[in-house]
């Protein structure tokens, strides 16, 4: 499985940017994805995922209700789009890929996804 990460930038509080990462090497409906991101100084955390068995979601408190993850089965890609970005926004954005189901308990945690795409940087100037 290879996946490649797109769509970061500059962008202002309260602006919108969408991420992408492609997938390849397995169907993204038998994949589950992962969005993780890294500030400087600080360790990864958990964004955002889709479970590929059903497509469920979670996020984290930070960006719930700001943030979308969907994916595109034709596409191979699974976005997140991101609304009203705030400065603590601001990290290298990593997609990451599991098995088709990981129980819910799992599914934010690094160890549960075996495959990494390179970040994209998202900084966000307040």
């Known amino acids: 499985v290879q996946l490649q990460a797109s769509g970061g930038g500059l962008a202002q509080a309260g602006d919108s940017l969408r991420l992408s990462c492609a997938v390849s090497?397995?169907?993204?409906?038998?994949?589950?994805v992962a969005w993780f991101r890294q500030a400087p100084g600080k360790e990864r955390e958990f964004v955002a995922s889709i479970r590929g068995s059903d497509g469920r979601t979670a996020y984290a408190d930070s960006v719930k209700g700001r943030f979308t993850i969907s994916r595109d089965s034709a596409k191979r890609t699974v976005s997140l789009q991101m609304n009203n970005l705030h400065a603590e926004d601001t990290a290298a954005y990593y997609c990451?890929?599991?098995?088709?189901?990981?129980?819910?308990?799992?599914?934010?945690?690094?160890?549960?996804?075996?495959?990494w795409g390179q970040g994209t940087q998202v900084t966000v100037s307040s």
């Open positions: 090497g397995r169907t993204v409906r038998s994949t589950s």
């Open positions: 990451a890929a599991g098995p088709t189901h990981i129980i819910v308990s799992a599914t934010t945690n690094e160890g549960s996804y075996d495959y």
